[in-house]
């Protein structure tokens, strides 16, 4: 069973595969909290990890001792030809999260939107390589940069469930910046790359995908985990070679 580990910015998340079946997600705070997990990490006969902040060296460390472990990164042998010119600086799980897209939908057009702490474009084609793509704000940094860098705007709680264009008090004109912009943000750039790639398949990911894609107008596939089953799927890649 091979455990896949995505360090993020928000919480750290982990998750079971046997072979390219997922058996077990969990969320945690840290990696340590995640190294206390005995029941999660025994299960495990290998474990790879994917991570955009400091300090993976150490949960590198960590969970070798455990079990024999990976950190991906810019030299890891992966099944897509990466055509980003600064691969060194590519977050991890942006690339993982294309992996993942790749792993569904071989050989295609595919535009990967991860929907975490930013909202993250990710552009793989038909050939296999991954190009690049786009980052922007997340919906909860927009909230939080909003307050923090004005005088008086509240700090508003983030809900999914406001669909009102029209403002009318401040807290509901935030929401509708933020809730609306990201929709509009998310189909606008959906449209542009159709401009280009007629037969384009378009993935969803990340904490708030599955909520902002019940907003859109194009359609689009909604994977869960996606960036953790790109992960496992360098394992498995990695296994043929």
């Known amino acids: 069973m091979n455990l896949a580990i995505d360090i993020g910015n928000t919480r750290v998340k982990a998750a079971l595969f046997t072979n390219e079946a997922l058996v077990e997600v969990k969320w945690y705070h840290s990696i340590d909290e995640l190294l206390q997990d005995k029941l999660v990490v025994k299960k495990a006969q290998q474990a790879i990890i994917g991570s955009v902040v400091e300090g ?7 969970l070798n001792t455990l079990l024999p472990t990976s950190l ?22 942006r690339l993982a999260a294309s992996i993942g897209g790749y ?18 474009y990710n552009f793989t084609n038909a050939a296999n390589e991954y190009l690049g793509g786009a980052i922007s704000p997340g919906v909860n940094m927009r909230f939080k940069a909003l307050h923090e860098f004005t005088s008086k705007l509240p700090l508003v709680e983030l809900n999914y469930d406001f669909k009102d264009l029209i403002g009318n ?23 542009l790359y159709r401009e280009q790639y007629s037969d384009l398949i378009c993935v969803i990911t990340g904490g708030d995908g599955e909520h902002l894609a019940k907003r859109l107008k194009n359609s689009i596939f909604t994977h869960q985990n996606l960036v953790l089953k790109g992960l496992n799927y360098i394992l498995y890649y990695q296994s043929l070679l």
């Open 103 to 120: 792993a569904l939908y071989p050989n295609a057009n595919v535009l990967v939107i991860d929907c975490g702490t930013c909202i993250k």
């Open 169 to 191: 008090n401040t807290q509901h004109s935030i929401l509708s910046g933020v809730m609306n912009g990201c929709t509009a943000e998310i189909d606008g750039f959906i449209d």
């Open 56 to 62: 993976a060296e150490q949960a590198l460390t960590a």
């Open 72 to 93: 991906f990164s810019a030299h890891t042998e992966i099944p897509l030809r990466n055509m980003y010119l600064s691969a060194s600086t590519l977050g991890s799980d």
